[in-house]
C-alpha cells in the first residue's frame, strides 16, 4: 500500500499560478501511473492530468490542456501538477491518485487504487 500527501494548495487571483505536489510513502513509486482528479462542490470528481510510471507519456482533459503539466522525479517519490493561468472554475479539491496495475494511463477514477486526502484550491475573480 501507499500513502500519499498532497500540498501546494490555496488561494490566488484569476491568472495566477500554483505548482502542487503529491509525495508518495514508498520507494515502488516508480511502478506506479499517476494522476491529478479534482472535485468541486455538488461536483462529481473528475480527472484532471494523469502521467506514466516512468515520465514518458501524460494526457490531460480538455479544460487544462495548454495551462496545466503534470511531471515526476521518481528519486524524489514525488509528483507535481503545475497550474498556470488559473480561471475560477478550477476551483475544487484536487487529489492525487496511483495506480499499481502499469496498464495503459487511465482517466477514469476507478482505475486508481490510491489517494490522497487532497488539497484546496480556490481561484478568484
Known amino acids: 500500500q501507499v500513502q500519499l500527501v498532497e500540498s501546494g494548495g490555496g488561494l490566488v487571483q484569476a491568472g495566477g499560478s500554483l505548482r502542487l505536489s503529491c509525495a508518495a510513502s514508498?520507494?515502488?513509486?516508480?511502478?506506479?501511473?499517476m494522476g491529478w482528479f479534482r472535485q468541486a462542490p455538488g461536483k462529481e470528481r473528475e480527472f484532471v492530468a494523469g502521467i506514466t510510471w516512468s515520465g514518458a507519456s501524460t494526457r490531460y482533459a480538455d479544460s487544462v490542456k495548454g495551462r496545466f503539466t503534470i511531471s515526476r522525479v521518481n528519486a524524489k517519490n514525488t509528483v507535481f501538477l503545475q497550474m498556470n493561468s488559473l480561471k475560477p472554475e478550477d476551483t475544487a479539491v484536487y487529489y492525487c491518485?496511483?495506480?499499481?496495475?502499469?496498464?495503459?494511463?487511465?482517466?477514469?477514477?476507478?482505475?486508481?487504487?490510491?489517494w490522497g486526502q487532497g488539497t484546496q484550491v480556490t481561484v478568484s475573480s
Open positions: 514508498r520507494r515502488t513509486f516508480s511502478n506506479y501511473n
Open positions: 491518485a496511483a495506480d499499481d496495475t502499469r496498464a495503459t494511463l487511465s482517466s477514469k477514477k476507478y482505475d486508481y487504487d490510491y
